[in-house]
């Protein structure tokens, strides 16, 4: 315990460096509440944008199925003809309108103004990677188990929450970034295995098969990586670099390097 | 009777100038009744986007609040640290896109496919227009009562459904277009006196309010287009023309021009 307090001071002082504002966590996750109301008035917006394509397609749909009835002799009457057109042009027009309105824009900026207003320095990008290379520096300092590490376990004893396969793979992307590929490996493995058994699934199996591929080649075992690219290959066929990578770790292994 | 019948005649040959395809008109119809399936698609689609919404703002909040309640030291955790920046960066990033994800783009391509596919020419904007001059020709002919026309009734007899106001405005936007102010004045005083029994309003009144002036003013009556000028002033502030049409009618009555 003596250990996971010193531990986490040293670890406070980390992040200092990384997100200043740390300190003022109370306040920004008090702006953050106001973030929900924005939200719910953005969901019931969109609902009665919904609503409303609903009600105008009904209509449209009704007034086109009386003209199917009558009849081509419809459009001999010049009012039925008229509106017909209108129909099939400015009222169509309308109903694409609402399909495209949708008001995100508009909502989103009420959050970022909210933001500002809160005076509060949100966390960046770079915050978010500062943050897991000061989690890979402590792993290694204290030879943390990933596996440990990601269900929320320390030394033995439970800190934290388990990570998502997404919150995992973020870690190890972090290594990667630094070419660490010896941790890169070992939280993508870890990140594999969590997916497996998440239901519903906090990223695709896709994202993560390239990072394991190349750190598994960078730690010298080419024929797993050229397998995991395979599957890669197979299960994302549009993948712009899995054929290439294929070959590549084909070419490897027949010694054409 | 016998004079609606030639009268129609007359029509279908002034409409067959327009929009030849409209002996097409039951392909197109048949073809508009798959759209309604790809507008059922599109709202469940959406609605779906919404839950997913709905869901992980859900989480978002939920684990703020548990963040909050823990307090500052909350973040001395490491990973309770890291975790807590991921989601005020990464997964408010995820919320953002969802908000933006509208599928419209997509199901309207799909309806323009369907169109394309159907092999009918679909009326198009000067369709439209075309159709509204053919209406106000026929008018001009037979000398028809505009009211009797925008409640379909032609020679005492009714042969159609009433138009909406904006059926009606369209109307007279194609007379203002050929500027025949003597017919915009008619059916823009008709529309706005549907407009103010509509329920639903099928447009808005500040639409009216500029054409109706100046075909007012056209005809003579400076000082009616001034006042519904100074109205439009009132209900559309931020209106482009209005406040400057207003002063340009005042000078006119003092006399300055």
Known sequence: MRFL???????????????????D????????????GVIDQYIEAER?????????????????????????EFVTNPINAYLLIKRLTSEWKKVE??????????????????????QVRFPQEEDLSG???????????????THDLAHGVIDGEKVGKPLTAHDIFEVGRA?????????????????????ENEEPKSMEE???LEYLAYSLYQQGNVRRALNLTKRLAQIAPNHPRAKGNVKWYEDMLQGKD
Chains 1, 2 share one sequence.
């Open 97 to 118: 309108d609402i399909m495209r309105n949708n008001a995100a824009e508009k909502y989103i900026k009420n959050i970022t103004q909210n933001r500002v207003n809160s």
């Open 48 to 72: 009665e944008r919904l609503n409303k394509l609903r009600n105008f397609a009904d209509e449209y749909s009704k007034r086109n199925a009386h003209a199917e009835e009558v009849g081509p």
């Open 131 to 145: 943050a897991a290379t000061a989690l890979l520096r402590l792993q290694d300092t204290y030879k943390l188990d």
């Open 25 to 36: 966590m109370e306040h920004m996750l008090g702006a953050e509440k106001d973030v929900m």
């Open 175 to 195: 290594a990667y970034n630094q070419r660490d590929y010896y941790h890169t490996l070992s939280w993508m493995q870890v990140a594999m295995n969590k997916l």
């Open 5 to 23: 307090l010193l531990f986490f001071a040293l670890l406070a002082l980390a992040l200092a460096d990384l997100f200043t504002a740390i300190a």
């Open 206 to 208: 896709s994202e993560i």
